[in-house]
T-cell receptor
Framework: AQKVTQAQTEISVVEKEDVTLDCVYE???????LFWYKQPPSGELVFLIR??????QNEISGRYSWNFQKSTSSFNFTITASQVVDSAVYFC????????FGTGTRLKVLA | GAVVSQHPSRVICKSGTSVKIECRSL??????MFWYRQFPKKSLMLMAT?????????EQGVEKDKFLINHASLTLSTLTVTSAHPEDSSFYIC??????????FGPGTRLTVT
Protein backbone atom coordinates (compact mmCIF):
# COMPACT_ATOMS: atom_id res chain seq x y z
CA ALA A 1 0.00 0.00 0.00
CA GLN A 2 1.11 3.53 -0.64
CA LYS A 3 1.43 6.02 2.15
CA VAL A 4 2.65 9.56 2.69
CA THR A 5 3.60 10.77 6.16
CA GLN A 6 3.99 14.39 7.13
CA ALA A 7 4.81 14.12 10.80
CA GLN A 8 4.83 17.85 11.44
CA THR A 9 1.27 18.97 12.00
CA GLU A 10 2.05 22.62 12.55
CA ILE A 11 5.20 24.72 12.48
CA SER A 12 5.60 28.32 13.55
CA VAL A 13 8.62 30.37 12.59
CA VAL A 14 9.55 33.99 12.68
CA GLU A 15 9.93 35.79 9.38
CA LYS A 16 13.32 35.33 7.70
CA GLU A 17 13.95 32.00 9.41
CA ASP A 18 14.54 28.93 7.29
CA VAL A 19 12.09 26.08 7.68
CA THR A 20 12.06 22.49 6.46
CA LEU A 21 8.89 20.49 5.96
CA ASP A 22 9.35 16.75 6.11
CA CYS A 23 7.74 14.15 3.88
CA VAL A 24 8.28 10.41 4.07
CA TYR A 25 6.61 8.03 1.66
CA GLU A 26 6.03 4.33 1.15
CA UNK A 27 5.48 2.62 -2.17
CA UNK A 28 6.35 -0.61 -3.89
CA UNK A 29 6.24 1.01 -7.31
CA UNK A 30 9.55 1.60 -9.03
CA UNK A 31 8.18 4.46 -11.08
CA UNK A 32 6.27 7.17 -9.31
CA UNK A 33 6.02 10.91 -8.87
CA LEU A 34 6.29 13.02 -5.76
CA PHE A 35 4.64 16.39 -5.41
CA TRP A 36 4.40 19.37 -3.11
CA TYR A 37 1.35 21.62 -3.05
CA LYS A 38 0.60 24.78 -1.13
CA GLN A 39 -2.92 25.43 0.11
CA PRO A 40 -3.53 29.00 1.26
CA PRO A 41 -6.67 29.92 3.22
CA SER A 42 -8.61 30.32 -0.02
CA GLY A 43 -8.39 26.54 -0.40
CA GLU A 44 -7.03 26.39 -3.91
CA LEU A 45 -4.13 24.00 -4.31
CA VAL A 46 -1.02 25.65 -5.70
CA PHE A 47 1.36 23.30 -7.47
CA LEU A 48 4.98 23.68 -6.33
CA ILE A 49 6.94 20.78 -7.74
CA ARG A 50 6.76 17.35 -9.33
CA UNK A 51 9.69 14.96 -9.05
CA UNK A 52 10.15 11.74 -10.97
CA UNK A 53 11.33 8.75 -8.94
CA UNK A 54 14.35 8.36 -11.20
CA UNK A 55 15.52 11.91 -10.69
CA UNK A 56 17.18 12.37 -7.34
CA GLN A 57 18.71 15.72 -8.09
CA ASN A 58 17.87 18.38 -5.60
CA GLU A 59 16.00 21.33 -6.95
CA ILE A 60 16.06 24.99 -6.08
CA SER A 61 13.49 27.54 -7.16
CA GLY A 62 14.02 30.93 -5.62
CA ARG A 63 13.58 30.57 -1.87
CA TYR A 64 12.27 27.03 -2.25
CA SER A 65 14.39 23.90 -2.38
CA TRP A 66 13.64 20.22 -2.32
CA ASN A 67 15.75 17.30 -1.17
CA PHE A 68 14.77 13.91 -2.57
CA GLN A 69 16.47 10.88 -1.03
CA LYS A 70 15.29 7.50 -2.24
CA SER A 71 17.44 5.72 0.33
CA THR A 72 15.32 7.16 3.13
CA SER A 73 12.12 7.54 1.08
CA SER A 74 12.02 11.21 1.87
CA PHE A 75 11.18 14.30 -0.12
CA ASN A 76 11.73 17.29 2.13
CA PHE A 77 10.92 20.89 1.32
CA THR A 78 12.87 23.87 2.62
CA ILE A 79 11.81 27.49 2.52
CA THR A 80 14.70 29.88 2.98
CA ALA A 81 14.17 33.28 4.54
CA SER A 82 10.49 32.63 5.16
CA GLN A 83 7.92 35.35 4.62
CA VAL A 84 4.46 35.91 6.04
CA VAL A 85 2.99 35.07 2.62
CA ASP A 86 4.41 31.58 2.97
CA SER A 87 1.85 30.88 5.70
CA ALA A 88 -0.33 28.06 4.40
CA VAL A 89 -0.87 24.34 4.60
CA TYR A 90 1.63 22.35 2.58
CA PHE A 91 0.84 18.90 1.24
CA CYS A 92 3.21 16.26 -0.01
CA UNK A 93 1.71 13.74 -2.44
CA UNK A 94 2.74 10.52 -4.12
CA UNK A 95 1.40 8.86 -7.22
CA UNK A 96 1.40 8.20 -10.90
CA UNK A 97 -2.23 7.93 -11.87
CA UNK A 98 -3.92 8.34 -8.51
CA UNK A 99 -2.41 10.64 -5.92
CA UNK A 100 -2.07 9.90 -2.23
CA PHE A 101 -1.78 13.00 -0.09
CA GLY A 102 -0.09 13.39 3.25
CA THR A 103 -1.96 14.96 6.13
CA GLY A 104 -0.36 18.32 5.53
CA THR A 105 1.80 20.68 7.56
CA ARG A 106 0.39 24.02 8.61
CA LEU A 107 3.11 26.63 8.43
CA LYS A 108 2.70 29.90 10.27
CA VAL A 109 5.23 32.59 9.57
CA LEU A 110 5.08 35.35 12.15
CA ALA A 111 6.09 38.91 11.36
CA GLY B 1 -0.33 25.61 -17.66
CA ALA B 2 -3.54 23.65 -17.87
CA VAL B 3 -6.56 25.23 -16.22
CA VAL B 4 -9.39 23.50 -14.43
CA SER B 5 -12.47 25.35 -13.23
CA GLN B 6 -15.15 24.41 -10.75
CA HIS B 7 -18.62 25.80 -10.37
CA PRO B 8 -19.97 26.91 -8.03
CA SER B 9 -17.16 27.99 -5.72
CA ARG B 10 -19.53 28.06 -2.77
CA VAL B 11 -22.98 26.62 -2.29
CA ILE B 12 -25.37 26.47 0.61
CA CYS B 13 -28.27 24.06 0.40
CA LYS B 14 -30.92 22.68 2.69
CA SER B 15 -30.96 19.16 4.03
CA GLY B 16 -32.63 16.75 1.67
CA THR B 17 -31.89 18.65 -1.50
CA SER B 18 -29.37 17.72 -4.17
CA VAL B 19 -26.54 19.87 -5.38
CA LYS B 20 -24.44 19.58 -8.53
CA ILE B 21 -20.81 20.62 -8.81
CA GLU B 22 -19.17 21.03 -12.20
CA CYS B 23 -15.54 20.47 -13.04
CA ARG B 24 -14.24 21.67 -16.40
CA SER B 25 -10.88 21.41 -18.09
CA LEU B 26 -10.66 24.69 -19.97
CA UNK B 27 -7.75 24.23 -22.34
CA UNK B 28 -7.25 20.51 -22.63
CA UNK B 29 -9.22 17.32 -22.94
CA UNK B 30 -9.36 15.03 -19.97
CA UNK B 31 -10.53 11.47 -20.30
CA UNK B 32 -10.00 11.08 -16.58
CA MET B 33 -10.98 13.38 -13.75
CA PHE B 34 -10.81 12.84 -10.03
CA TRP B 35 -12.99 14.03 -7.17
CA TYR B 36 -11.57 14.69 -3.73
CA ARG B 37 -13.13 15.65 -0.46
CA GLN B 38 -11.41 17.65 2.24
CA PHE B 39 -12.75 18.08 5.76
CA PRO B 40 -11.63 21.15 7.74
CA LYS B 41 -7.97 20.95 8.65
CA LYS B 42 -7.70 17.51 7.08
CA SER B 43 -6.08 16.02 4.05
CA LEU B 44 -7.54 15.47 0.62
CA MET B 45 -9.25 12.12 0.30
CA LEU B 46 -9.89 10.65 -3.13
CA MET B 47 -13.56 9.90 -3.57
CA ALA B 48 -13.75 8.60 -7.11
CA THR B 49 -12.18 8.43 -10.52
CA UNK B 50 -14.34 9.73 -13.32
CA UNK B 51 -13.77 8.35 -16.80
CA UNK B 52 -15.32 9.88 -19.89
CA UNK B 53 -18.02 7.69 -21.33
CA UNK B 54 -17.98 5.09 -18.58
CA UNK B 55 -19.00 4.60 -14.98
CA UNK B 56 -16.98 6.22 -12.26
CA UNK B 57 -14.81 4.13 -9.97
CA UNK B 58 -15.44 4.85 -6.31
CA GLU B 59 -12.96 4.49 -3.49
CA GLN B 60 -13.78 2.18 -0.63
CA GLY B 61 -16.33 3.65 1.75
CA VAL B 62 -17.73 6.22 -0.69
CA GLU B 63 -21.44 5.80 -1.37
CA LYS B 64 -21.91 5.82 -5.11
CA ASP B 65 -25.65 6.40 -4.81
CA LYS B 66 -25.04 9.48 -2.71
CA PHE B 67 -22.27 10.96 -4.80
CA LEU B 68 -23.30 10.65 -8.43
CA ILE B 69 -20.58 11.30 -10.95
CA ASN B 70 -21.12 11.91 -14.64
CA HIS B 71 -18.33 12.48 -17.14
CA ALA B 72 -20.28 13.16 -20.27
CA SER B 73 -17.61 14.94 -22.28
CA LEU B 74 -13.85 15.25 -22.46
CA THR B 75 -13.96 18.57 -20.65
CA LEU B 76 -16.72 18.18 -18.09
CA SER B 77 -17.34 16.00 -15.07
CA THR B 78 -20.11 16.61 -12.57
CA LEU B 79 -20.53 15.51 -8.98
CA THR B 80 -24.06 15.49 -7.61
CA VAL B 81 -24.53 15.17 -3.88
CA THR B 82 -27.96 13.66 -3.51
CA SER B 83 -30.24 14.14 -0.53
CA ALA B 84 -27.56 16.21 1.16
CA HIS B 85 -27.16 16.19 4.92
CA PRO B 86 -25.08 18.42 7.19
CA GLU B 87 -22.37 15.76 7.38
CA ASP B 88 -21.88 16.16 3.63
CA SER B 89 -20.65 19.70 4.25
CA SER B 90 -17.10 19.78 3.04
CA PHE B 91 -14.65 21.20 0.52
CA TYR B 92 -14.82 19.29 -2.75
CA ILE B 93 -11.92 19.50 -5.18
CA CYS B 94 -11.71 18.04 -8.65
CA UNK B 95 -8.70 17.42 -10.81
CA UNK B 96 -8.24 16.58 -14.46
CA UNK B 97 -5.57 14.32 -15.81
CA UNK B 98 -3.62 15.71 -18.74
CA UNK B 99 -1.56 13.31 -20.72
CA UNK B 100 0.34 10.93 -18.48
CA UNK B 101 0.67 11.38 -14.75
CA UNK B 102 -0.13 15.01 -14.11
CA UNK B 103 -3.32 16.11 -12.42
CA UNK B 104 -4.43 19.73 -12.58
CA PHE B 105 -6.65 20.80 -9.72
CA GLY B 106 -9.71 22.98 -9.70
CA PRO B 107 -10.13 25.75 -7.13
CA GLY B 108 -12.58 23.76 -5.06
CA THR B 109 -16.23 24.05 -4.04
CA ARG B 110 -17.25 24.69 -0.48
CA LEU B 111 -20.54 22.96 0.28
CA THR B 112 -22.55 23.84 3.35
CA VAL B 113 -25.69 21.88 4.10
CA THR B 114 -28.04 23.49 6.60
Amino acid sequence: AQKVTQAQTEISVVEKEDVTLDCVYETRDTTYYLFWYKQPPSGELVFLIRRNSFDEQNEISGRYSWNFQKSTSSFNFTITASQVVDSAVYFCALGTYKYIFGTGTRLKVLA
Amino acid sequence: GAVVSQHPSRVICKSGTSVKIECRSLDFQATTMFWYRQFPKKSLMLMATSNEGSKATYEQGVEKDKFLINHASLTLSTLTVTSAHPEDSSFYICSALEGVGEQYFGPGTRLTVT
